[in-house]
């Protein structure tokens, strides 16, 4: 079978996106309200915002106003992997904040702990799996450098070729570490419709299609936020806006619109799944700059993405970005390529969407407005986990006590902004590039991406 036919009926809508469990629409925000805290996004962020906010203070009013429809952006795009790191892998960590590391470190693995708690707790219908993740290498020089990170104490093991073998079959692999501790997997739709589901039953007040047009300073020192149909008067706001642009301007510069793609088969048949092997159904994700990320579903679908990371001019978000055949055809063959027990096999549904990248790949903070407005940004796909602790550091921000969160450099710093136009265009094309070329030239770093490291920009993948 081509490439073609097997892409040839695949639904352009997220797979995740397109399941009987989508909740009833909530409504538009119609005429004014009132309320101690405002949340302008009902993604993973707005959503982890509003349920530690209630559940910190069970009388507070809280009002999310989403543009779109709950989980509809970044948090229900993603490959479902819910990981524990907060700065993007513990190396980048270590180049950006190396006094703080180790603790950011623990601060991500019980923040991952806690997410796996509320979902006990709550009874979340997540499909929520601690598997770990396995990071697989393709070429000689990944395997030398994934054997080195081998720490059983730690929860990585290194896999030889036979070893990997015996958890996943490619021809392609040469090993793989695996992290076992710090990694799950989850049905990244279902997990914002049951947080969606939970803050509502906590009181809070939720409307979509309600794009905030307008945020200001009222007369009476609180601050409004306004859209098309009404407004809401709130003494505190959180911004959790992701890749969109930022209501307030001096964030714009900190974060570039990237656009990733990912291809969800058809269910495995049986001898499929023992031809695979995959029998405890860890993640998995490739060790170079481009690399691959999959992972089986609750049906034993095999969900395919990564690779291609493709920016606009103008820092542009458009749902006409999200279907790029060329990007679609190239993972497909590379799918075959990696699997070839698996020819024949068609894919489902074929998608793209934004991720909102900064030049140090993990998340940064801030507050506007003396203090009523705080706000989260630059996740650099590894949000499905970090938005929760995004969250209460922007609840720990808007409460305006210093506490250990709000004392950390990561929460204090900024990430290098990206230049305005034709600039931030030409940087990331030429970065893009030189990253390829690191690929091919067994990962050593050219002129470019060193000067790069030299400044601070985090860029490794």
């Given at each position: 079978?081509?490439?073609?036919?097997?892409?040839?009926?695949?639904?352009?809508?997220?797979?995740?996106l397109?399941?009987?469990?989508?909740?009833?629409?909530?409504?538009?925000?119609?005429?004014?309200?009132?309320?101690?805290?405002?949340?302008?996004?009902?993604?993973?962020?707005?959503?982890?915002?509003?349920?530690?906010?209630?559940?910190?203070?069970?009388?507070?009013?809280?009002?999310?106003?989403?543009g779109?429809?709950?989980?509809?952006?970044?948090?229900?795009?993603?490959?479902?992997?819910?990981e524990?790191?907060?700065?993007?892998?513990?190396?980048?960590?270590?180049?950006?904040?190396?006094?703080?590391?180790?603790?950011?470190?623990?601060l991500?693995?019980?923040?991952?702990?806690?997410?796996?708690?509320?979902?006990?707790?709550?009874?979340?219908?997540?499909?929520?799996?601690?598997?770990?993740?396995?990071?697989?290498?393709?070429?000689?020089?990944?395997?030398?450098?994934?054997?080195?990170?081998?720490a059983?104490?730690?929860?990585?093991?290194?896999?030889?070729?036979?070893?990997?073998?015996?958890?996943?079959?490619?021809?392609?692999?040469?090993?793989?570490?695996?992290?076992?501790?710090?990694?799950?997997?989850v049905?990244?739709?279902?997990?914002?419709?049951?947080?969606?589901?939970?803050?509502?039953?906590?009181g809070?007040?939720?409307?979509?299609d309600?794009?905030?047009?307008?945020?200001?300073?009222?007369?009476?020192g609180?601050?409004?936020?306004r859209?098309?149909?009404?407004?809401?008067?709130?003494?505190?706001?959180?911004?959790?806006?992701?890749?969109?642009?930022?209501?307030?301007?001096?964030?714009?510069?900190?974060?570039?619109?990237?656009?990733?793609?990912?291809?969800?088969?058809?269910?495995?048949t049986?001898?499929?799944?023992?031809?695979?092997?995959?029998?405890?159904?860890?993640?998995?994700?490739?060790?170079?700059?481009?690399?691959?990320?999959?992972?089986?579903?609750?049906?034993?679908?095999?969900?395919?993405?990564?690779?291609?990371?493709?920016?606009?001019?103008?820092?542009?978000?458009?749902?006409?970005y999200?279907?790029?055949?060329?990007?679609?055809?190239?993972l497909?063959?590379?799918?075959?390529?990696?699997?070839?027990?698996?020819?024949?096999?068609r894919f489902?549904?074929?998608?793209?969407?934004?991720?909102?990248?900064?030049?140090?790949f993990?998340p940064?903070?801030?507050?506007?407005?003396?203090?009523?407005?705080?706000?989260?940004?630059?996740?650099?796909?590894?949000?499905?986990?970090?938005?929760?602790?995004?969250?209460?550091?922007?609840?720990?921000?808007?409460?305006?006590?210093?506490?250990?969160?709000?004392?950390?450099?990561m929460?204090r710093?900024?990430?290098?902004?990206?230049?305005?136009?034709?600039l931030?265009?030409?940087?990331?094309?030429?970065?893009?590039?030189a990253?390829?070329?690191?690929?091919?030239?067994?990962?050593?770093?050219?002129?470019?991406?060193?000067?790069?490291?030299?400044?601070?920009?985090?860029?490794?993948?």
């Amino acid at each position: 079978m081509s490439f073609s036919a097997a892409l040839a009926h695949a639904s352009t809508v997220p797979f995740w996106l397109d399941h009987p469990a989508r909740p009833t629409p909530q409504p538009a925000l119609a005429g004014e309200r009132s309320a101690d805290l405002a949340i302008v996004g009902a993604g993973f962020t707005g959503l982890w915002t509003a349920l530690l906010a209630k559940e910190a203070d069970p009388d507070r009013r809280v009002v999310i106003l989403e543009g779109g429809t709950v989980g509809w952006a970044a948090s229900g795009r993603n490959g479902g992997f819910c990981e524990a790191s907060l700065t993007h892998g513990t190396a980048n960590g270590a180049r950006h904040l190396p006094e703080e590391n180790d603790r950011l470190v623990d601060l991500g693995r019980e923040n991952l702990d806690a997410i796996e708690a509320t979902v006990r707790k709550r009874g979340l219908d997540c499909e929520f799996e601690r598997t770990g993740v396995i990071t697989v290498a393709t070429e000689t020089y990944q395997a030398a450098e994934l054997a080195a990170e081998h720490a059983p104490d730690e929860g990585l093991l290194w896999l030889d070729r036979d070893e990997v073998a015996e958890h996943i079959r490619s021809p392609l692999f040469l090993g793989g570490l695996w992290d076992r501790e710090s990694a799950a997997l989850v049905h990244p739709a279902k997990l914002c419709w049951e947080l969606l589901r939970v803050v509502r039953e906590l009181g809070v007040e939720v409307h979509e299609d309600s794009v905030v047009r307008r945020l200001r300073s009222s007369r009476d020192g609180k601050m409004e936020l306004r859209t098309d149909g009404g407004s809401v008067t709130a003494s505190r706001v959180a911004l959790a806006t992701n890749a969109f642009p930022a209501l307030l301007p001096r964030v714009r510069w900190h974060t570039v619109p990237v656009y990733d793609y990912a291809l969800v088969t058809e269910p495995l048949t049986a001898p499929q799944r023992e031809a695979l092997g995959w029998r405890n159904r860890q993640g998995l994700a490739g060790s170079a700059n481009r690399f691959h990320y999959f992972r089986l579903t609750a049906d034993d679908r095999i969900l395919w993405g990564g690779w291609d990371a493709i920016y606009h001019f103008g820092r542009r978000v458009s749902g006409r970005y999200d279907q790029r055949p060329e990007t679609f055809a190239t993972l497909a063959r590379q799918f075959f390529d990696t699997f070839p027990q698996l020819q024949g096999l068609r894919f489902t549904h074929k998608w793209g969407g934004a991720i909102d990248t900064c030049s140090r790949f993990f998340p940064f903070f801030d507050r506007a407005d003396d203090g009523r407005v705080a706000y989260t940004a630059g996740f650099t796909g590894l949000g499905v986990g970090a938005s929760r602790f995004a969250a209460r550091v922007m609840l720990d921000l808007l409460s305006g006590q210093e506490t250990e969160l709000t004392r950390l450099k990561m929460v204090r710093s900024k990430p290098i902004p990206f230049p305005p136009e034709p600039l931030a265009w030409a940087g990331i094309s030429l970065t893009t590039r030189a990253l390829a070329r690191a690929d091919e030239n067994e990962g050593r770093r050219g002129p470019l991406l060193k000067t790069l490291d030299a400044w601070g920009m985090g860029f490794d993948s």
